[in-house]
């Protein structure tokens, strides 16, 4: 039941952990391949959920502090092999009685050992699969993973409990060892079935050489977080025209070094190409975004703060408010639509500008 009630807490906690990873995992992949590959997607998140559950599995259910207070050991075992005395002591296996053997998978001298095997077996996959470990890195990373949750335990999950609450176990090791061990194995028999590594690669290559719309939103809010810890860094040293300043130099000078890319551009491998003057049009292009994606719903609100102040409209405070939500929620909604469906809005007509992927030559450089 404990075990259950582990991956219950690993599913459940999945989206909130996930979503750390979130941020890194769609700049690196912009920044290596120039897109996100679904397969990769599924193998990643599915690896941080496993990791996430046999973690939970190891540390949970949590005792008291009075519980771990009351627990006088023994907190480590150092002697291997000890599961097979323990197997043979207590095991109901009888082996030419067949009534006896479900006992014996129901007892927990045998399913706390083929659990921790099963724990493990994974891992190994895993390994083996995408990040492409040979039979000794497997053998490796295995033991080093499982002397992690060990040293958990017995530190009382980092000293959080003045005593252990679990038995920090060498068997384990050996056991966990031979859970990834198994499931390399198991890999090496399957891998063919699925597509390789080198092909997710490939695949993703090809596809970054076009700008997708999502790869656009992300670079415009990494220039925009740039942009501000910019504005943040010039404040210590100057005061006036801080963020006309600063603006200039990160959309305007930035972009004119690096050949029409600005720093979270360049990042992920994207440049813009103008049909005309490329300096000056950068600059009125970002001014413009400024002012239509900023300054227009920001004047919006200003202007209902206004007319709900002058014309005294205090019976419709609710409903002015809401419809002004409501107008800006579909404002950006509308061009988020069609920034992912890779649609060119018509300010980019406007300026003649295109973004060009950077990701072949980049590669082709290596």
């Given at each position: 039941m404990n075990y259950i009630e582990s991956i219950i807490t690993a599913f459940i906690l999945f989206p909130f952990i996930a979503f750390i990873f979130t941020i890194p995992f769609i700049l690196y992949n912009y920044h290596k391949y120039g897109s996100i590959h679904f397969f990769r997607v599924l193998i990643i998140y599915s690896f941080i959920l496993y990791l996430i559950t046999i973690y939970f599995l190891v540390i949970l259910p949590l005792p008291t502090f009075e519980e771990a207070l009351k627990n006088s050991g023994p907190y480590i075992n150092l002697y291997p092999f000890k599961f097979v005395k323990d197997f043979i002591r207590e095991t109901p296996l009888i082996w030419n009685d067949v009534s006896t053997y479900l006992k014996t998978i129901m007892d927990s001298s045998f399913y706390v050992v083929a659990f921790n095997i099963l724990m493990f077996i994974p891992l190994g996959m895993y390994l083996k699969y995408y990040f492409k470990c040979s039979f000794r890195k497997t053998i490796f990373y295995s033991i080093l993973l499982s002397l992690f949750f060990e040293l958990t335990q017995l530190s009382g999950l980092y000293f959080i409990y003045p005593n252990p609450y679990r038995l920090c176990d060498v068997d384990d090791l050996i056991i966990n060892a031979l859970g990834g061990i198994i499931g390399y194995l198991i890999m090496s028999l399957l891998d063919k079935y699925f597509p390789s590594r080198e092909k997710i690669d490939e695949e993703s290559l090809k596809n970054g050489e076009v700008v997708s719309g999502f790869r656009r939103i992300t670079a415009f809010f990494l220039d925009l977080f740039l942009y501000l810890f910019l504005t943040i860094v010039l404040s210590i040293f100057i005061d006036d025209y801080l963020f006309i300043l600063s603006f200039f130099i990160y959309y305007a000078i930035l972009p004119f070094i690096n050949n029409q890319s600005t720093m979270g551009m360049k990042f992920?491998?994207?440049?813009?190409?103008?049909?005309?003057?490329?300096?000056?049009?950068?600059?009125?292009?970002?001014?413009?975004?400024?002012?239509?994606?900023?300054?227009?719903?920001?004047?919006?609100?200003?202007?209902?703060?206004?007319?709900?102040?002058?014309?005294?409209?205090?019976?419709?405070?609710?409903?002015?408010?809401?419809?002004?939500?409501?107008?800006?929620?579909?404002?950006?909604?509308?061009?988020?639509?069609?920034l992912i469906k890779n649609k060119k809005i018509y300010y980019d007509r406007l300026f003649g500008m295109k973004f060009v992927s950077t990701i072949s030559a980049k590669w082709q450089k290596k």
């Open positions: 992920l491998n994207i440049k813009m190409e103008y049909e005309k003057l490329d300096f000056i049009f950068n600059i009125f292009r970002y001014l413009f975004l400024w002012l239509y994606y900023f300054l227009i719903p920001l004047g919006l609100v200003k202007f209902t703060m206004y007319a709900h102040n002058y014309f005294d409209l205090q019976n419709i405070t609710l409903l002015l408010y809401g419809s002004v939500c409501i107008i800006i929620i579909f404002f950006y909604l509308i061009h988020f639509i069609l």
